[in-house]
Structure formats: structure tokens, C-alpha cells
């Protein structure tokens, strides 16, 4: 898919001397994790830095049998006091508890039933939980499902690398990246990817300049 995406994303000129600069896209997809647990993830890395989320969750895990990830009875079965003993705030448990609960009723799906939805219908489905924004949902699309084709317009990011691969004085709104991103399509995944790579090569010269 990477060789086709590729050429179709380097017919815009600007975007292939982006691909030629960075090389292969590494989007290091989750494929062993399921979307229960990409949301139990996403819930503690958010407005956290990654060490510091990362360091909940390992607290977190430790509070269960050595293993798997673990299951969402586990979780509800868990008092709060040791919840909050991990880190997480009060609002981050209510969300964990709600994402446990729809995994439950079967609102999240499994990898396998994920499959069967569109890109849309997940976003629908899972943005009903408290906590989870499109944002959230589009991140899991991505990095763990693997989907080819989400552009998430309302990522800082995302704009910020067209505003800078296109060398714009501002960011374009999302509605306007969102219609820019048609062309993108089928591969706006790939695109997003390299998005970011535009924002952190600016945001390295931006550095070094200081």
C-alpha cells in the first residue's frame, strides 16, 4: 500500500520532496491491541505528557494479575481510592469506568467486529462514550486499527504541518483542510503521518534557532 500511497501523495511536488526528506513512514500501528485498550490508553495520556502517562498505566497494570490488559469486570471491580493510587484524576476514572461499561454492553467493539464498520460508525459509536472525542477515535483509526483513509482536520499538528509544508502565514480552518484533503484520498492516514513530520522538521529549526 506505502509504494502506491507514496506516489499518489508526490504528484503534489511539495509533498514529495517532504517524502524524500523523511523516507518510509513508521506509523508503528497498534495491531495487538484492541479498541478497548487503545481508549483506556488514550484516556490517560490525555493532557498528560507521554512519560508521565505512560508511568500511570504501568501503575495502573500493576494492579492487576501479570498478563493481559485488563478486562473491563476487572476494572469496574476496582475501587477508586486505588485508581486515584495510580494517578489518574476523578474525571479520568469516570471515563475508565464508561469505557469499561460500553465494552461490556458491546457499544466498543472487538478487533474482529470493528471490521464490519465504517470509519464513520466507529466514530459515531465510540464518541458516545464519556471522555472520547473524535480526536480520540480518529487517533485509534490510525495507529491501531490501521484504517488508510482519516485526515483528523481538528488536530493541531495536522494543520500546522499544511501550514508549513505550504508556507502559509496561518494554519488553514479544518473545513478547509478537510476539502484540501480529498486529494489525499484514499491514503489521508499516510498523508496525516507525514503532517506531523512536517511540524516536527519546523519545530527542530524553530529549536535550534533559539
Known sequence: MSRQAIRHLSTDTR???????VGSPRLDIQRQRSPYEALIR???HQQLHGRAAEAILRRFAALFPAGAFPAPDAVLATGELALRGCGFSGAKITAIRDICAKALDGTIPSRRESTRLTDEALIERLTSIRGVGRW???????????????????DFGVREGYRVLHGLEVQPKPRALAEIGLAWAPYRSLATWYLYRAADEARLVSTSRA
Not at 15 to 21: D, V, Y
Open 15 to 21: 509533498f514529495g520532496s517532504l517524502i524524500q526528506r
Open 42 to 44: 488514550a484516556i490517560a
Open 136 to 154: 480520540t477515535v480518529e487517533m485509534l483509526l490510525i495507529f491501531t486499527l490501521g484504517r488508510p483513509d482519516v485526515l483528523p482536520v481538528d
